[in-house]
């Protein structure tokens, strides 16, 4: 089976996509996911457009959710921390799925 080279557009949530996706290389298919889309996502910059990139539920509510299965244990009604802290972790996971990341994101 070959890694997965695109991002999925439904069903699951973010960390179980990474998880799914080893081998990848997440700068490329976020920035494919983000072409394909049509859209103007900084995934980059923002945990929200990271995650809509992957075709999924950006809102708050669903990363609310989302952080504890990552293992956030800080505040969730500080939204700011805990979506920069939501942004390392799920680059964190694709590395840990031997996916690359731009070495500026990496913890």
């Known amino acids: 089976m070959s890694p997965q080279t695109t991002a999925p557009t439904s069903g699951g949530s973010a960390s179980t996509v990474l998880t799914l996706a080893r081998g ?8 494919k ?3 394909d889309s049509g859209g ?16 999924l539920d950006s809102s ?28 390392k972790a799920l680059m964190k996971k694709a590395v840990e799925n031997d996916g690359t990341v731009p070495a500026e994101m990496r913890d």
């Open 60 to 87: 708050q509510t669903e990363r609310k959710e989302l952080a504890p299965e990552l293992g956030y244990t800080g505040d969730p009604g500080d939204s700011a921390i805990m979506n920069v802290w939501l942004q």
């Open 40 to 55: 103007k996502l900084e995934w980059s910059h923002s945990v929200g457009d990271t995650v809509k990139a992957l075709g």
């Open 24 to 31: 990848v290389d997440a700068a490329a298919t976020l920035d």
């Open 33 to 35: 996911a983000v072409r």
